[in-house]
Nanobody, 123 residues
């Protein structure tokens, strides 16, 4: 079982910055992709950014040029640096980790979600 601990959310004025962190621990053999998603009130959860084990990144068009995803493989941690925040960035942000674990005499692959951290951007 994997535990994901998120931190870094909060209240910020438009134009401000925040950095989210998500640390994974538990029965992990290796971590594949890591990512951030968000869900605003009344809306579906949407992808914000992902990063592969090799460092390739993918961003939603709405955050390109403002957000930066990064990871520290030694710490099993993924970060999301958010600059030039807008009120429409207000949402609960969730960390997602795609990982492999030992299962019997082989490996299995699955994903896990963090508990979510609130980001509120005031105008």
């Amino acid at each position: 079982q994997v535990q994901l601990v998120e931190s870094g959310g909060g209240l910020v004025q438009a134009g401000g910055s925040l950095r989210l962190s998500c640390a994974a621990s538990g029965s992990i053999f290796s971590i594949n992709a890591m990512g951030w998603y968000r869900q605003a009130p009344g809306k579906q959860r949407e992808l914000v950014a992902t990063i592969t084990s090799g460092g390739s990144t993918n961003y939603a068009d709405s955050v390109k040029g403002r957000f930066t995803i990064s990871r520290d493989n030694a710490k099993n941690t993924v970060y999301l640096r958010m600059n030039t925040l807008k009120p429409e960035d207000t949402a609960v942000y969730y960390c997602n980790v795609d990982y492999s674990y030992v299962s019997g005499r082989s490996y299995s692959r699955t994903g896990s979600w963090g508990q979510g951290t609130q980001v509120t951007v005031s105008s």
